[in-house]
């Protein structure tokens, strides 16, 4: 295979050195908890149930719940592949570093390009939404006001780690409580059986009701892995997680299995306790909890789902200038740009990163943005399909021998996913797939054009010295 890396030990060697000759690396500050309450708060699930899961119901009606059952099914078969991949080459490049090992440069720059557009769009996207949820209190401009939550989460970015766990874990607890609000009052209104989340029904025109098909839940699996997929923000952490070898596969199985309770058990409640199929389907959350309750338990949720999102930018903005800071220390970039995009800060963030990641984002929340949902929901299944390949190549040669996690059912898991992902992917609709098309053909230019004939001094995804121990 002439176009992989070496292996990861000699790889450290050709990373873009410090003065003592080592790769810049982040400080080991955060344990399983707190990458926990990190990594949750990235799939951030109530703004997921409040801002994602409406535009489900819009399409799938019932059968909401059981696609984001089946996504969930097969996140548990992506979190395999992301646990072994995370402790094998545990790197703040995330999903890059590991396909990059495993499958050659070309396949770790695009997915680093996916990786970049996902993290990149969404967090404005989600942000935007913000003064909906204020508007019980104080009635705000969308695009302002995201604005604003992405400059508060890039201040908040600045600080150090530890110091984020906290902030993001104490926002964590409130909006699990309004979910668990939200799926308490949803239950104890139920208009309808359990049997109704199997009934596959969805509102048409004129107040009739029309059947949800097979294939209408299949594409809705894109979207309902991108409601789950912030658990891979694990793998970014991974270099400032002590003991990563053990704390990369707890922290991403934990988040996983919390964040499909936190989202799957309201959706539930929710198809359960809506008045009929046209309620259901429209989707507005905050209407049915204030016709459950009262108005002031409606404020109560939606200011928590507020917070939500603020935390949710928090937690984006840290990963993605992870994301960002690990690609300059790979040579991603011009020399000027790496330079500026791996300095460290007086809290051991990386700035530069963090600024071109939160500032960018607050000017993003005054565009359309419209089909970026559908964009980032190919994206993540074409990211994922990737690190399926990685993990199926995971144990060949010395990465056989070296410690890590091991998945179960290997290479049976890798192999499903992989066919399971592909036919997700060819029943998206065709303006999302030539979107992502077309950028990641772009990128594929500046990977022909600038980093493979610089292959000797570009794009040398390196593994932290002291991670190997």
Known sequence: MTDTLRPVETAV???APTAT??????????????GTLLTLSCVTPASTLFVVIPDLFGSLGTATALTIAIGSLLCIAVAFCYSELGTLIPSAGGEYAMVSTMAGRLAGWLVFVMSLLVVMIVPPVIAIGTADYLAPVVHLDPAMTGAGVMLLATLAGLLDLRANAWITGIFLVLEVVAAGVVALLGFTHSHRGLGSLTSMQVAGTGGHTDAVTAMLVISGLAIALFATQGFSTAVYLSEELENPRRNVARTVLATLAISTVVILVPVVAITMGASDIQELTGGDISSMVTAWSNSAVGTFVSLCVALAIINAGIVMVIQNSRVLFASARDKAWPEPVNNGLSRLGRFGSPWVATLLVGVPGAALCFVNLDTLYGVTGVSVTAMYLLVAVAALLARRG????????????????????????????????TEYLLWTGGITAVA????A?????????????????????
Do not use: N
């Not at 000759?21 to 707190?34: D, Q």
């Not at 594929?444 to 990977?447: G, H, I, K, N, R």
């Open 444 to 447: 594929t230019l500046y990977w």
């Open 449 to 469: 054009f600038y980093l493979r004939p610089r292959r000797d001094t570009r794009w040398l995804v390196s593994i932290p010295e002291d991670t190997q121990a």
């Open 13 to 15: 060697l050709d990373a």
């Open 21 to 34: 000759g080592s790769p810049k690396t982040l400080k080991r500050s955060i344990g399983v908890v707190g």
């Open 398 to 429: 010395h990465h056989k021998h070296t410690p890590a996690w091991r998945m179960p059912l290997w290479p049976a898991v890798p192999v499903l996913l992989i066919v399971v992902l592909a036919y997700v992917l060819t029943q998206q609709e």
